[in-house]
């Protein structure tokens, strides 16, 4: 059991550090940052170079609670988030950023907020 978790942490940990290393690359753009929890989705974008969040969206906000409770799929969930988040992106004038999966991968609740923030008018 220990061995296996710690061989978990291993590959977050590379998969953080190459996902790192190609965001290094697009310093001048911002960060389109997902996290994800059991139960909930939060997306920002972050300008790096100023240090502060410009846009985010969460299915914990109160004004998009009643939206979550509603649907019992958590991807379809996802999808509404990163959606909500273009459309407030695309509000403040921000078209192009860089997406930080972190170490999470490709796949599923990330993949869906994703595609949703490119419907949102996102291009990354």
Do not use: C, P, W
């Not at 190459?18 to 965001?23: A, L, N, P, S, W």
């Not at 997306?43 to 998009?64: C, H, N, P």
């Not at 993949?111 to 490119?118: D, I, L, P, V």
Request: aromatic content about 4%; overall charge positive; charged content about 35%.
């Amino acid at each position: 059991m220990i061995k296996s978790h710690a061989r978990k942490i291993e590959l977050q940990q590379r998969r953080r550090r190459r996902v790192k290393k190609r965001i290094d690359r697009y310093a001048g753009k911002h960060r389109l940052v997902v996290s994800r929890s059991a139960k909930h989705i939060t997306g920002q974008i972050v300008d790096d170079l100023a240090g502060s969040t410009l846009v985010s969206a969460s299915s914990i906000e109160k004004a998009l609670a009643a939206e979550v409770k509603a649907e019992a799929n958590k991807t379809v969930v996802a999808k509404k988030i990163g959606l909500i988040l273009g459309r407030r992106a695309k509000e403040k004038k921000i078209k192009e950023v860089v997406f930080d999966r972190g170490a999470y991968l490709y796949h599923g609740r990330v993949k869906a907020f994703a595609e949703g923030a490119r419907e949102g008018g996102l291009n990354f």
